[in-house]
């Protein structure tokens, strides 16, 4: 299954203002962690908001920060437990929030990052072994 991909603006103040809230300082290490943009991490053609993951909590581990939003709205922060499906096989856990819908992250696929990797491995076959490795 594919990866929605929908794209929105980091609300960078608001997320300011949740970091702070949470760790009471902001340092430029912090700052470099915020992302760039926000990129739908759901199955393609999902029910309701779109969803990024934002931030991870130093103080509560179990949470992390998500962005969701419409198409109408800008996108709105809350702190959300992480998703606790295990894959059935592999070590591996879901990256996505726990009351996500639809697929688990193991079961998406990237259009983006597939593409990527095409490009990359059609320059270097040797690589090919090490790029189909997806990240987490
Ligand atoms: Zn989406
Ligand atoms: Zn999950």
Redesign the pocket.
Known sequence: MR????VAEVPHREVLFAILAAHRRVTSADLARVPNGLR?????A?EG???DHVWDWDHRPSHALWARWTADETPRLESVPWCEAAHPSADEACTLYGDHGGAHAWELSDPEYDAFVRRLCAQAPEWEVLLRARPG
């Open positions: 990866k929605c991909t929908v739908c991490e759901l199955v393609l999902h908001e779109h969803a």
